[in-house]
């Protein structure tokens, strides 16, 4: 009996990778060792933040070839992208990117301006064989409104016209007065389904650094959800909820497993 015939047994259904957990700093050997042990649950893994830039250059590129052997993409964080826009410096952060090998690049406006077009961007990547994800939503200015989340759909919609791959609702890491979470954690609901309504689970990703927004964005959407900003070591926990195996999930009609009759 192996695990994976158990499962089946239950009534758990085999699922593609659907979660995009992120790197913020790991040792090369501990982000192996994950790797090793979740590779098969990752759709992206994300280098998160700027710390790839200023750890030593050869354990990035170790972790980063680590992914790659794993067959597992990966995507650097936005924050990165929006300083080398503002610092003038795009072409070479691109070239760097390319450089060590990540397979995309996350775009935003979270924190600084953004001047250029999407196409530009998207043109200046796809030279160098860089994908594009972008990441909708203010970093500061709190959590979404109805006429704010219409505006973000509008800039998707350019985006993915350019050529971008998939949108990322920001969260942040703690998903507290930031996109769809206000300052006590609460989800809307209602604005998480206007996205989902305008691109589809399959393009959009919604940050879910924190169990709360991890457990109530799968509650709410079903285990079709993409979720990214989940640390490494919360991946299992999030796989378990998504697949109705987690005490808190199995009551829920849309997680619980189905048997066979």
């Known amino acids: ?37 979740s590779a098969h649950l990752m759709a992206e893994l994300k280098i998160s933040m700027a710390c790839w830039l200023v750890a030593d250059e050869d354990a990035t590129r170790r972790k980063i070839a680590a992914a790659r052997a794993y067959g597992v993409p990966t995507v650097t964080g936005g924050g ?9 410096v795009l072409p070479d952060y691109l070239d760097l990117c390319a450089d060590v ?3 995309t690049i996350e775009c935003g406006r979270g924190f600084t301006d953004m001047p250029l077009a999407p196409d530009e961007v998207v043109a200046a990547a796809r030279e160098r064989g860089l994908g594009v994800e972008v990441e909708l939503g203010s970093k500061h200015a709190g959590a ?12 998707g919609r350019a985006w993915l016209q350019a050529g971008a791959e998939r949108l990322v609702v920001e969260a942040r890491e703690s998903a507290r ?14 604005l998480a389904d206007r996205f989902a309504d305008a691109f589809a689970l399959d393009t959009v990703i919604f940050e879910a650094p924190s169990k709360w927004s991890q ?41 619980r497993p189905r048997t066979q009759a």
């Open 215 to 255: 457990f109530r964005l799968l509650d709410h959407f079903g285990p079709a959800v993409r979720l990214s900003n989940v640390r490494l070591e919360e991946l299992l926990r999030v796989e378990i909820y998504r697949r109705g195996l987690h005490s808190d999930a199995f009551g829920n009609p849309a997680l």
């Open 1 to 37: 009996m192996r695990t994976r015939d158990y499962l089946a047994l239950l009534g758990v259904p085999e699922l593609p990778p659907r979660t995009c957990p992120f790197d913020p700093g790991y040792d090369p050997g501990t982000l192996e060792g994950h790797l090793e042990q």
């Open 80 to 88: 990165p992208f929006e300083i080398a826009v503002a610092q003038g």
């Open 177 to 190: 007065d930031v996109g769809l979470f206000d300052d006590h954690g609460g989800f809307d609901t209602a």
């Open 144 to 155: 979404f409104g109805a006429a704010e989340v219409e505006e973000l759909i509008a800039e």
């Open 101 to 103: 090998g990540v397979s």
